[in-house]
């Protein structure tokens, strides 16, 4: 830290603070994606309960026609864990695209510091 201080100057704090300042909504982020991976695992558990049991009681399913009835429950399982697929992909997506801009923001503003400041000096 004090290396980096003394190479880029005082205006490496504003980067710094930038990436320290993201950490709690990183950490959001990441909490959120957490727990819809564990709400999209239970979905995934009743789906493949109920296959299972389909799958064992086939004989059953078959005698007294219930087949659509099953395909349509499977079908509606299927349905919610394809959305909490979905919203997983996105919130992923977006950690992911926070954790790429965060030092090019960084960056950025340490360089608009440093001018600011090579500016005023100047003048």
């Known amino acids: 830290m004090g290396l980096l201080v003394y190479t880029l100057g005082v205006s490496a704090l504003v980067g710094l ?8 909504f990183q ?21 493949v309960r109920l296959l299972t049991e389909i799958i064992n009681n086939i004989r059953a399913v078959k005698l007294y026609a219930y087949e659509t009835f099953f395909g349509e429950k499977v079908s509606e399982l299927r349905t919610q864990e394809l959305a909490k697929l979905k919203s997983f992909g996105l ?3 977006l950690i992911n695209s926070t954790f790429y801009f965060l030092p090019i923001l960084a960056a950025v503003c340490k360089s608009i510091q440093t001018c600011t400041v090579l500016s005023l000096s100047v003048q």
Do not use: C, N
Not at 17 to 22: E, R, S, Y
Not at 35 to 46: A, C, F, L, P
């Open 17 to 24: 603070g930038i990436l320290i300042g993201a950490a709690p």
């Open 27 to 47: 950490g959001w982020l990441f909490g959120k994606l957490m727990s819809y991976r564990g709400t999209q695992e239970k979905i995934v558990d009743r789906r």
């Open 91 to 93: 919130m992923h997506a």
